[in-house]
């Protein structure tokens, strides 16, 4: 995929999200995300976020929340859905299509994967199948493998072979783990508690006791 493709990509997660939010209750909005501290509104006003994450913005949110990126992240998000009705935040939602911004250290893809991860993050919670697309989940999951931060996959899940069994991709050496490429991401972001039903092989009775159960709280790059 070339720099378009993948904003082309980006545009049309966004309308599948809105497409999930546009037939939820208000009682769904308030639902507990697979976020720690974020209810599924404040998932909506992340997302909403995060095509006005300029410099300035940043910073006075850095020093809000005294220099904690995850802190700030969950904060920013936490203090502008408590201001913002749910009919508002959909509003925003629907104003980001067609955003090319990135906000400083991120690419199009950080923004692609965003989208993919944070929709499950709503809709596994409300019971709601909201399918992600393999082609769009491989690339995600590249982009995020090696780096250390924030998510360290590749050095917490080095002791197992991942697999893809709907796309080519596979890493790793040890006992195999196996399952969609979506699941793979879910559990490269932490999301281990809604990646592990979905997976199977040798080392998922291992990665069990090995991965923390509890539900992550939202991934530190995407401001």
Same mark, same amino acid.
Request: charged share 25%.
């Given at each position: 995929?070339?720099?378009?493709?993948?904003?082309?990509? #980006?545009?049309?997660?966004?309308?599948?999200?809105?497409?999930?939010? @546009?037939?939820?209750?208000?009682?769904?909005?308030?639902?507990?995300?697979?976020?720690?501290?974020?209810?599924?509104?404040? !998932?909506?006003? /992340?997302? &909403?976020?995060?095509?006005?994450?300029? !410099?300035?913005? =940043?910073? #006075?949110?850095?020093?809000?929340?005294?220099?904690?990126?995850?802190?700030?992240?969950?904060?920013?998000?936490?203090?502008?859905?408590?201001?913002?009705?749910?009919?508002?935040?959909?509003? @925003?939602?629907?104003?980001?299509? +067609?955003?090319?911004?990135?906000?400083? +250290?991120?690419?199009?893809?950080?923004?692609?994967?965003?989208?993919? !991860?944070?929709?499950?993050?709503?809709? !596994?919670?409300?019971?709601?199948? /909201?399918?992600?697309?393999?082609?769009?989940?491989?690339?995600?999951?590249? /982009? =995020?493998?090696?780096?250390?931060?924030?998510?360290?996959? &590749?050095?917490?899940?080095?002791?197992?072979?991942?697999?893809?069994?709907?796309?080519?991709?596979?890493?790793?050496?040890?006992?195999?783990?196996?399952?969609?490429?979506?699941?793979?991401?879910?559990?490269?972001?932490?999301?281990?508690?809604?990646?592990?039903?979905?997976?199977?092989? &040798?080392?998922?009775?291992?990665?069990?006791?090995?991965?923390?159960?509890?539900?992550?709280?939202?991934?530190?790059?995407?401001?």
């Amino acid at each position: 995929m070339n720099s378009e493709d993948i904003w082309h990509a #980006v545009d049309t997660e966004r309308r599948r999200l809105l497409q999930l939010l @546009e037939q939820l209750s208000a009682s769904q909005w308030r639902h507990a995300s697979l976020c720690d501290r974020w209810q599924v509104r404040d !998932v909506v006003a /992340h997302v &909403a976020l995060s095509t006005h994450a300029h !410099v300035g913005r =940043i910073l #006075v949110n850095l020093v809000r929340a005294r220099g904690n990126l995850d802190r700030m992240v969950c904060d920013t998000a936490v203090r502008h859905a408590a201001r913002t009705s749910d009919r508002d935040l959909l509003g @925003e939602v629907r104003g980001t299509v +067609g955003s090319r911004f990135t906000a400083v +250290g991120t690419t199009p893809t950080d923004r692609l994967m965003d989208l993919l !991860v944070h929709g499950q993050d709503i809709a !596994v919670p409300l019971g709601l199948h /909201h399918e992600m697309p393999a082609e769009t989940a491989q690339l995600a999951l590249e /982009h =995020i493998w090696h780096p250390r931060f924030p998510f360290r996959a &590749a050095t917490k899940l080095a002791p197992y072979r991942l697999r893809a069994v709907d796309t080519d991709w596979a890493a790793g050496d040890g006992p195999l783990v196996e399952g969609p490429v979506s699941a793979l991401l879910l559990l490269a972001t932490g999301r281990d508690a809604a990646a592990l039903p979905q997976l199977r092989g &040798a080392g998922v009775t291992s990665l069990r006791r090995a991965v923390p159960r509890e539900r992550e709280g939202p991934p530190t790059e995407s401001h």
